[in-house]
């Protein structure tokens, strides 16, 4: 079974407490602060996600952010605001020319490997990573989305949808289809190549 490595559950709804918070910014830009803390990993660990390069990360949340809180008076509160906020991050992405890098970045994972302290484990452990790194390569653009949107950005399906333009009952669907594939292909792949399917 394929297990989530990068972020092990979506973040508690706090959709009501967002849209607080986003009004009291509209009114003191210094309260954008608690909005910032709440988001700047997860904005950060998306873009992460897709340029798989430190600075190119770190700028792009920073063009967010500010983007965000210029853009803030064009918010309406509806409970919406991580998809607001990641749809942005998502359009700076588009924009940008850095994104050369299509993978999905397993630094955290690799980071791992040096915790473990026996020699067969860390073996075991490399090997996995491999196996990880080869079903990554057979995505395609919008199941790699999926991936960086949930668990890189830590975003719900129906947060996904509200970027995506999609509904919470497709993304949910997709990640099921996507995830149960990426299961099935898990075990064949010490066999070689995996196509998509």
């Known amino acids: 079974m394929v297990e989530p490595?990068?972020?092990?559950?979506?973040?508690?709804?706090?959709?009501?407490?967002?849209?607080?918070?986003?009004?009291?910014?509209?009114?003191?830009?210094?309260?954008?602060?608690?909005?910032y803390r709440r988001y700047v990993s997860r904005v950060y660990r998306y873009l992460y996600g897709k340029t798989g390069c430190v600075e190119d990360a770190e700028d792009l949340t920073a063009q967010v952010f500010s983007?965000?809180?210029?853009?803030?008076?064009?918010?309406?509160?509806?409970?919406?605001?991580?998809?607001?906020?990641?749809?942005?991050?998502?359009?700076?992405?588009?924009?940008?020319r850095r994104n050369q890098n299509e993978t999905l970045p397993l630094?955290?994972?690799?980071?791992?490997?040096?915790?473990?302290?026996?020699?067969?484990?860390?073996?075991?452990?490399?090997?996995?990573?491999e196996r990880l790194k080869q079903l990554l390569q057979t995505l395609d653009d919008e199941e790699a989305e999926l991936l960086r949107l949930h668990y890189y950005?830590?975003?719900?399906?129906?947060?996904?949808?509200?970027?995506?333009?999609k509904r919470e009952a497709a993304v949910g669907m997709a990640m099921h289809r996507l995830l149960r594939r990426l299961e099935a292909l898990w075990d064949h792949l010490d066999s070689g190549e995996v196509e998509n399917e």
């Open 107 to 129: 630094t955290a994972v690799e980071d791992k490997l040096g915790q473990v302290s026996d020699t067969l484990g860390r073996i075991i452990q490399a090997e996995r990573i």
């Open 5 to 35: 490595l990068l972020l092990n559950s979506a973040p508690p709804d706090t959709d009501q407490e967002d849209d607080r918070l986003a009004l009291q910014a509209y009114k003191d830009p210094q309260a954008f602060g608690a909005l």
């Open 67 to 96: 983007e965000a809180l210029e853009s803030l008076p064009r918010y309406r509160p509806r409970g919406k605001f991580a998809g607001w906020l990641f749809t942005i991050a998502r359009r700076r992405l588009l924009n940008s």
């Open 153 to 165: 950005a830590g975003l719900t399906y129906a947060q996904i949808g509200d970027v995506l333009e």
